[in-house]
């Protein structure tokens, strides 16, 4: 079965600086793979994935995340964080089980983000 | 658009008692899923529906039973609640089942059970 491993439950930054979320996939076969973006006391919003094709991948809010077959990861970044991008994040992999796709999350990380 | 519609927002249940949560989703997609979101543990399937008329095991199913109701609507139901089953309820849509298909969530139940 495939997995993602988020690594750091929190994350730290202040505004302005460098976001690098970091994911890690386990796949048997070519992964499809997504960033979902949860604000507090809402679901989940797709910010971007990579299916096939250009491996850096551009999503909504200035996010982009690059796939590196690899390293076998699916980082997410953004140059300059705003107080805004404050979320919890949540990578996740495609699982195709008997014909159909089932989405598994990793477990997630928060980033705070200080003035 | 009012996408996928959770009801109801906030829940609390004493042990034994049982519950539906409904969801309803307006973008006329076929596929459909109820996640749990715990603590360290991210979001974990329950159940999902493929399309109209099936439903299937998620990685958690146990406690749990769902309806299909029809194509929009996709209900989640607590026979005898426990508190193992605190936690947030999210129901999502997809257009279809296929490998690379985004899903759309609702804003999600938060469930206690004294």
């Known amino acids: 079965a495939q997995s993602v491993t988020q690594l750091g439950s929190h994350v730290s930054v202040s505004e302005g600086a460098l976001v690098l979320l970091r994911c890690n996939y386990s796949s048997s076969v070519p992964p499809y793979l997504f960033w979902y973006v949860q604000y507090p006391n809402q679901g989940l919003q797709l910010l971007l994935k990579?299916?096939?094709?250009?491996?850096l991948v551009k999503g909504i809010n200035g996010f982009e995340a690059e796939f590196k077959k690899s390293e076998t990861s699916f980082h997410l970044t953004k140059p300059s964080a705003h107080m805004s991008d404050a979320a919890e994040y949540f990578c996740a992999v495609s699982d195709w089980v008997t014909g159909f796709q089932k989405l598994v999350f990793g477990t997630g990380t928060r980033l705070l983000v200080s003035p | 658009n009012a996408g996928v519609t959770q009801t109801p927002k906030f829940q609390v249940l004493k042990t034994g008692q049982s519950m539906t949560l409904q969801c309803a989703q307006d973008?006329?997609?076929?596929?459909m899923y109820w996640y749990r979101q715990d603590p360290g543990m991210g979001l974990r399937l329950i159940y999902y529906?493929?399309?109209?008329?099936?439903?299937d095991k998620g990685e958690v199913p146990n406690g749990y039973n769902v309806s299909r109701l029809n194509k929009r609507e996709f209900s989640l139901r607590l026979e005898s609640a426990a508190p193992s089953q605190t936690s947030v309820y999210f129901c999502?849509?997809?257009?279809?089942?296929?490998?690379?298909?985004?899903?759309?969530f609702g804003q999600g139940t938060r469930l206690t059970v004294v």
């Open positions: 999502a849509s997809s257009v279809t089942g296929t490998l690379g298909t985004e899903a759309f």
């Open positions: 529906s493929a399309s109209e008329g099936t439903t």
């Open positions: 990579y299916t096939t094709g250009a491996t």
């Open positions: 973008m006329n997609h076929n596929s």
